[in-house]
């Protein structure tokens, strides 16, 4: 059964760091693209970041440009997405998911197969 579970959000403020991680099980992680999606009440889920199986290559939306990094530890068969720089805007329910390693650039939530429950990031101004 594959699972994908996500920590460390959380309430932070403005200007301050997150790191989210997702840990994977019931798949092999590196035969995969990984990507975060999030969504705010009230507003369609869209997509944040993604990265290449191997980490070589990775995409992210533009507001989070700068911001935001995206890794994986393959090894570790987890994920992570470091936020800096936080925004009350960045406030939303993050979503990590799988898709088939064809998958690349732009995260499209149609090609993502397997998803996590999601963790709470609420940033205070």
């Known amino acids: 059964q594959v699972q994908l579970v996500e920590s460390g959000g959380g309430l932070v403020q403005a200007g301050g760091s997150l790191r989210l991680s997702c840990a994977a099980s019931?798949?092999?992680?590196?035969?995969?693209?990984m990507a975060w999606f999030r969504q705010a009440p009230g507003k369609e889920r869209e997509s944040v970041a993604s990265t290449s199986r191997s980490g070589s290559s990775t995409w992210y939306t533009d507001s989070v440009k700068g911001r935001f990094t995206i890794s994986r530890d393959n090894a570790e068969n987890t994920v992570y997405l470091q936020m800096s720089s936080l925004k009350p805007e960045d406030t939303a329910v993050y979503y990590c998911?799988?898709?088939?390693?064809?998958?690349?650039?732009?995260?499209?939530?149609?090609?993502?197969?397997?998803w996590g429950q999601g963790t709470q990031v609420t940033v205070s101004s």
């Open positions: 019931g798949l092999m992680l590196s035969r995969y693209t």
């Open positions: 998911a799988a898709a088939p390693a064809t998958v690349r650039g732009p995260a499209r939530a149609n090609e993502y197969l397997y």
